[in-house]
């Protein structure tokens, strides 16, 4: 995956506390975003949304062929944050751990 340092971005709200973080990267083939994080104190004030509107809009000037995203089938917040943004849902994974 690629990326540009200033893609990265931390968020604060008004009061310079940490909100959360969100990270966009390219691939060869699609954009995606890697990752975004909302801190357990800020979940549920609607941030998500904001962070996922920047990460979105990095990856829209980026030239990337196509925006893919995923999450877990139980992470139904992230899950209902890409349909408000717009994204289409087009397949489901779930993820398997075990330990050694």
């Known amino acids: 995956m690629e990326w540009e340092l200033e893609w990265w971005e931390l968020a604060y709200d008004r009061a310079g506390d940490f909100v959360g ?7 060869p083939s699609m ?3 890697g990752y975004i994080g909302v801190a ?6 609607g941030y998500v949304n904001d962070l996922l509107a ?10 990337a062929p196509v925006l893919r995203a995923d999450t877990d089938l139980d992470n139904a917040p992230m899950a209902a944050a890409f349909a408000r943004a717009g994204w289409h ?7 398997f751990e075990t330990r050694l």
């Open 21 to 27: 973080l969100v990270v966009p990267t390219v691939g």
């Open 31 to 33: 954009g995606t975003i």
């Open 40 to 45: 357990p104190e800020q979940r549920g004030l």
């Open 54 to 63: 920047r990460g979105t809009a990095t990856l829209m000037q980026s030239n």
């Open 89 to 95: 849902a087009v397949g489901t994974r779930r993820e």
